[in-house]
């Protein structure tokens, strides 16, 4: 199975300006997390997608947004972008049955934003 | 409130030392244990996980962790390290019969192997 892929793997932006990034899960996953990750916070949790509907979010401000499509695709928005969201953004997918003892998470390459 | 703890920010080693890197964690119901990896320029991938039955798991690369419910900690371990062990490592933990993005992270133990 391909793992899974998030596009693209680098960007850089100004402050002020928007950007969005995709994540593409494993075939199947239905579970679709975000984390930002930075050398001081290590990974911190932004939101879950499970069947298009955001089912947890993480405690960061409403210029963090994501949704995801029907096929499981998900993408993930910031707005109005600041120094500090410079970091690596990690997308990881689960299979997530229900009843499942054990979820585990795949992770993606991460997208590396800059914000100059 | 769940959370996990990494005791050690940043470990040095010499090739064919032995390793041990701490991970500590409360939460007082069934929990699901995790060790992954991150190699420089890579992304994060799994060594091991522990749900339930032998206390002591064996994961990739002659990696294993050992659960001790009474100290509430998953150490991983591994008898001689190589160069190529050099990377992040993060243990997370999350409560059993729960949505993956329950699951927390430590603050990772940076490791780096001297040749």
């Known amino acids: 199975k391909a793992g899974v892929t998030q596009t693209p793997r680098y960007l850089i932006k100004t402050r002020g300006q928007q950007v969005t990034l995709s994540c593409s899960p494993i075939?199947?996953?239905?579970?679709v997390s975000w984390y930002q990750q930075t050398p001081g916070q290590g990974l911190q949790f932004l939101f879950e997608?499970?069947?298009?509907?955001?089912?947890n979010k993480g405690n960061f401000p409403g210029r963090f947004s994501g949704r995801q499509f029907s096929n499981s695709r998900s993408e993930m928005n910031v707005s109005t972008l600041e120094l500090g969201d410079s970091a690596l953004y990690l997308c990881?997918?689960?299979?997530?049955?229900?009843?499942?003892?054990?979820?585990?998470?795949?992770f993606g390459p991460g997208t590396r934003l800059l914000v100059l | 409130a769940q959370s996990v703890s990494q005791h050690n920010h940043h470990v040095i080693l010499s090739e064919a030392a032995s390793l041990e890197l701490g991970c500590n964690y409360s939460?007082?119901?069934?929990?699901?244990l995790f060790w992954y990896v991150q190699y420089p320029g890579q992304h994060l991938q799994l060594l091991l996980k522990?749900?339930?039955?032998?206390?002591l798991v064996k994961g990739i690369k002659g990696f294993e962790a050992e659960f001790i419910k009474s100290k509430f900690s998953f150490n991983l371990r591994k008898p001689s390290v190589q160069w190529s062990d050099t990377a992040e490592y993060f243990c997370?933990?999350?409560?059993?019969?729960?949505?993956?993005?329950?699951?927390?992270f430590g603050s990772g133990t940076r490791l780096s192997i001297r040749p």
């Open positions: 997608y499970f069947s298009e509907t955001q089912r």
């Open positions: 522990y749900f339930s039955g032998d206390p």
């Open positions: 997370a933990v999350g409560p059993g019969y729960s949505s993956a993005s329950k699951i927390i």
């Open positions: 990881a997918s689960s299979f997530d049955r229900v009843g499942l003892s054990i979820q585990t998470q795949y």
């Open positions: 075939s199947g996953h239905r579970s």
């Open positions: 939460y007082g119901g069934t929990v699901n």
